[in-house]
């Protein structure tokens, strides 16, 4: 969408209803049309962005992390954050030397976690990693890349110090508990 401003209309709130206007129309009029990305924080988009994923459509936010309203970042099916836009091209650091696929699959797992940290998921379970790496990358799969399991390529990515990882003592499947060197999930 691209606001055009008229001159007969002034003010926040008009620019604000003439954006969710064209964004609904797009929404029922071009099927074709199934992502929206917001570049706000404004907790007065969250109708917009509640009806749009009404209407299966998947809604990506953008905004900075100390002025975006929990309630709008809690509505949009992804979230990001200026400041974590940032820190993406330091995932590149601690892949470098590794071959290519291995490097491959955990840039993918490192988008996914960030991803899933954006949604501000509380326990990151390795299941729910794969998942969101499944949903973002349809055709992923962890023996394309050399793993005969999720829980191996988790394991060699602990190993690489890309994560680290817990063990839950009930199921004894993985829970992320920092992404590059320690940093909290």
């Known amino acids: 969408l691209i606001d055009v401003p008229q001159s007969r209309y002034s003010g926040k709130n008009s620019a604000d209803i003439r954006m969710v206007v064209d964004a609904l129309d797009l929404a029922y009029s071009k099927g074709h049309v199934d992502t929206f990305a917001l570049v706000s924080g404004d907790s007065d988009f969250s109708p917009l962005v509640s009806k749009l994923r009404e209407n299966d ?6 905004g900075v992390k100390s002025s975006s309203s929990e309630l ?3 509505n949009c099916d992804e979230f990001i954050f200026y400041e974590d836009l940032i820190r993406e091209s330091k995932k590149t650091t601690a892949l470098r030397g590794l071959p290519e696929k291995k490097a491959e699959a955990f840039a993918q797992l490192i988008e996914a976690i960030q991803a899933l940290q954006r949604e501000n998921k509380d326990t990151l379970w390795g299941s729910m990693v794969k998942q969101t790496m499944i949903r973002k990358n349809p055709a992923f ?3 394309y890349y050399g793993y005969s399991t999720f829980s191996k390529l988790l394991e060699e990515a602990a190993k690489q110090r890309i994560v680290t990882l817990e063990k839950d003592a009930k199921s004894g499947t993985y829970i992320i508990t920092s992404l590059e060197e320690g940093r909290p999930v």
Do not use: A, D, H, Q
Not at 57 to 62: D, F
């Open 141 to 143: 799969n962890e023996s």
């Open 57 to 62: 459509r998947y809604v990506i936010g953008l």
């Open 72 to 74: 709008l970042v809690g």
